[in-house]
């Protein structure tokens, strides 16, 4: 049964175990927007979203995200983990409007005994007592067997006792986690399938863990010897080295085992991004499917691939995920990548000029590790020494700055030809000079957009002396736009990163006007 293409089962585990991680709360409606977007728009079967009996504030979400979900049908795909405590987690989720309990039982031996000081026999009758409760409340209950993988390989004997006496009982799915993430795919695929053969007529869940960073490849495992569901998280969020990350799983059960699923994988990138915000756990650059480097193509030869018709096609491609695929501009970027870049910028140059743009790019990549797009027509102003882009000059720059004192700046510029010679003050010096160029641009109808993020950096292992480089995301409406600026002291260099954008932007208002 086990290789043919079928249905599997995400259930994401964000809201419960995601939550777990160390600094990460969310609030309940963040928690709602959260459930809603999983089940609405990236369409998992299941999700967990709580522990029962936590805190008040996490039973107001829970209580939100159920009556949204009564409302929407999805009222038995939401799902609240609980304890083998008879009445009181089961009164607890009935308390919230739930219809799911996944109710933590002991899956090793070791835990019984050293935890809860009680025999298989023991604690056999207290889980049936609370599965007894749960279902004469109506609820549907699937049972977690926690930290299986290790009571598997200790005794066995223990894992299927607890099974023979389980099984009788009005249990939908048997959830099997690897709590410590210590197993490796052929140990899940040899316990997953003695599991599977020895209860035919059982659905098991896979809940992995990503230790020693094979939660996905596990997953495939699981999944070859028959499980039914995978539990996931968004961005692997989740203790430690976290869970199986669900845009991982999703294409992966996809592309390499033709399985299927619900998933709408275009949401996987914003869901991803709405989980960083609110968890404040920034997604790495190179992390599969939604880090932010994934689609940029660093080395020439493959924006050339592209150029020629998409020689270096894989499954992988931007436009599954709803996202655009951009060619970095670096040492290792070739004609191709300039090219590409170009025609964004819906620039135009001949094959001489493109020549000194690139060598002029290959020089400062050396040294400097990234050049947006945004630097390019800059790069190019300054190496065809065209006068196109200087709509604005700092000639002058001078700033006072103390400790527990206002700071004050003092600037000479020349816009479009004029010069202008002013005074600014702020709690920073970088405030300081906001105040005083938005006193000149105020003469070209010109406002500066805000600020939505700055990051100053040195590069790796530099001394007090070296270069600063700030890089300044401007919220320019409709978009977000970096600039960079690199100087050793820097205040300047956030100056400017902010002459570079105003810069742009004044060509832009420039071309528009005359178009
Ligand atoms: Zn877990």
């Given at each position: ?31 709602v ?46 799902e ?32 019984c ?18 599965i ?6 109506g ?21 299927y ?14 959830m099997?986690p ?18 599977c ?10 809940h ?6 094979l ?18 998280t968004v ?15 999703a ?19 914003r869901i ?11 997604v ?14 660093t080395?020439?030869i ?6 020629k ?77 065209s ?9 002058a ?16 510029v ?11 003050a ?8 906001i ?42 409406g ?10 050793v ?7 400017l990163?902010?002459?570079k ?15």
């Open positions: 049964m086990s290789t043919h293409s079928r249905h599997i089962q995400l259930m994401d585990t964000t809201l419960r175990d995601g939550e777990q991680t160390q600094g990460v709360a969310f609030t309940p409606m963040e928690k927007s959260i459930a809603k977007a999983l089940l609405q728009f990236l369409r998992v079967d299941r999700i967990e979203v709580a522990s029962a009996r936590v805190s008040e504030g996490e039973k107001e979400a829970v209580s939100l995200i159920n009556q949204w979900a009564q409302q929407e049908g999805f009222a038995e795909r939401v609240v983990l609980g304890f083998v405590d008879h009445t009181r987690s089961v009164d607890w989720i009935k308390s919230t409007g739930g219809r799911v309990i996944n109710l933590l039982a002991k899956g090793s031996e070791k835990h005994r050293e935890q809860l000081g009680k025999t298989l026999e023991q604690h056999s009758i207290d889980v049936l007592q609370t007894g409760y749960a279902h004469e409340q609820l549907k209950i699937n049972v977690y067997l926690e930290d299986w993988s290790n009571g598997y390989k200790d005794s066995r004997d223990y894992v006792g607890l099974m023979e006496r389980l099984q009788p009982a009005p249990i939908s799915h048997f099997l690897d709590t410590l993430g210590v197993m490796s795919p052929d140990e899940v695929f040899a316990s997953f399938s003695d599991m053969q020895r209860y035919p007529a059982l659905q098991f869940d896979f992995p863990h990503n230790d020693y960073g939660a996905t490849a596990n997953v495939m495992a699981a999944v070859r010897a028959g499980v039914s569901a995978v539990h996931c961005n692997c969020l989740g203790e430690r080295a976290g869970n199986a990350s669900i845009a991982e799983v294409v992966v059960l996809r592309d390499k085992m033709s399985m299927e699923l619900s998933v709408d994988e275009s949401h996987l990138v991803s991004e709405m989980v960083e915000n609110f968890s404040g756990k920034r790495a650059a190179n992390a599969p499917i939604v880090g932010a480097d994934v689609f940029t193509q080395a020439g493959h924006a050339d691939g592209d150029q018709g998409g020689l270096y096609k894989t499954k992988l491609g931007p436009e599954r995920f709803s996202r655009i695929r951009s060619y970095a501009l670096g040492k290792m970027s070739g004609k191709a990548s300039l090219k590409k870049n170009l025609e964004q910028l819906e620039l135009d140059l001949s094959e001489e000029d493109q020549k000194k743009v690139l060598a002029r790019i290959v020089s400062i990549g050396d040294s400097k590790q990234t050049i947006t797009t945004d630097d390019l027509p800059f790069i190019i102003a300054d190496v065809l020494e006068k196109s882009y200087q709509h604005i000059k700092l000639l720059c001078s700033i006072n700055s103390g400790l527990d004192l206002p700071s004050t700046v003092s600037i000479r020349d816009v479009k030809g004029e010069k202008h010679q002013t005074t600014g702020g709690s920073g010096g970088f405030d300081a000079f105040d005083a160029i938005g006193k000149v641009l105020q003469h070209y109808d010109y406002t500066l957009p805000t600020l939505a993020d700055y990051e100053i950096r040195i590069p790796k292992g530099g001394h007090t002396s070296a270069l600063t480089e700030c890089v300044i995301t401007w919220d320019c409709n978009e977000l736009r970096k600039t960079r600026g690199v100087h002291n820097q205040v300047f260099a956030g100056i990163a902010t002459i954008l105003i810069n742009i932007q004044l060509h832009e208002m420039a071309n528009s006007l005359e178009a």
